[in-house]
């Protein structure tokens, strides 16, 4: 990576976490800011930084996991159809173990490898994987110096988590065997429903704080664009094979039934559309 690390906003700084640009200030709120880059678009939040605390707590989302197994299905087949069935995985903030314990299902013999920040989640990976190899700890900190390699790396839902997303996709990148991918779930900034949050922050002269609070958690530090997304990757070395759209499942949503509802239902026809607020991809590293 070409920009340093200690000078991100995620970080305290100024730079772009994902291109290394200039980023600007653009929400203000009590405990944290977030900023906007005008190279790439992404926006990026010194959360962690300042000590933030995330204003709900999502159960439905962890308790519901299993309810993201039609991606898992869609990875796979489109694995499958590469010839590139993996016969060893890397889940990078796997969770409750959750979707190594289906892989292990759907691919017999695979080798899987988990690695979870969280140590209640991570012992609930190791109770339910009890054959796969669940280490404790920062992915950032865990991966150097490490020989090991993988056919397939997943980030389901962790990649706006990390304070230096391109330092971490070089890092993956060195742990790819050849021919392998890696495969990410993030939130996508363009979506429909970030987009509301930052037109009433907006609109009311920055009065109405809480729809863009909502839309940009405390707990996620980076909201990719397009754009964003294809920088990192060429940054890291890699490039996208494919990339895609789809949305938060209700079931997955924590708040007022009336508000999950009709941001369910928003997230429907913005899908039907070709847009979405998760954007995935699956990245391999650059010939040459």
Not at 93 to 105: N, Q, R
Not at 135 to 163: C, K, N
Not at 198 to 219: D, F, K, N, Q, V
Request: hydrophobic share 40%; with cysteine.
């Amino acid at each position: 990576m070409t920009f340093p690390v200690e000078s991100l906003t995620t970080r305290g700084g100024e730079l772009c976490p994902v291109c290394g640009s200039v980023a600007s200030s653009a929400a203000v709120f009590p405990d944290y800011r977030l900023f906007r880059c005008r190279s790439c678009g992404c926006w990026s939040s010194d959360a962690l930084e300042r000590g933030a605390a995330t204003s709900f707590e999502p159960m439905s989302y962890f308790e519901n996991a299993e309810l993201d197994r039609p991606k898992w299905v869609a990875l796979l087949q489109s694995l499958s159809d590469r010839s590139r069935v993996p016969a060893s995985v890397l889940d990078i903030g796997c969770g409750t173990g959750a979707f190594l314990e289906w892989i292990s299902g759907a691919c017999p013999g695979i080798r899987c490898v988990g690695i979870e920040i969280d140590a209640s989640r991570g012992s609930e990976a190791r109770a339910r994987n009890p054959d796969a190899a669940i280490q404790m700890g920062d992915a950032g900190e865990i991966l150097p110096g490490s020989p090991d390699r993988y056919d397939l790396i997943t980030l389901w839902d962790v990649f706006e988590h990390v304070r230096a997303p391109v330092h971490l996709l070089g890092e993956l990148a060195a742990h790819l065997t050849p021919g392998g991918s890696i495969h990410i779930v993030t939130i996508h900034e363009q979506s429909l429903v970030p987009a509301i949050g930052r037109a009433l922050y907006r609109i009311s002269g920055r009065r109405l704080s809480y729809p863009m609070r909502r839309t940009h958690e405390a707990h996620h530090l980076v909201f990719f664009t397009r754009r964003g997304l294809e920088l990192a990757a060429r940054e890291a070395g890699l490039r996208i094979q494919e990339l895609w759209f789809d949305r938060l499942l209700r079931g997955r949503m924590d708040g007022h039934p009336i508000v999950t509802a009709a941001t369910s239902a928003v997230l429907r026809i913005e899908n039907a559309l070709g847009n979405g607020l998760f954007v995935n991809l699956t990245l391999q590293r650059s010939e040459g």
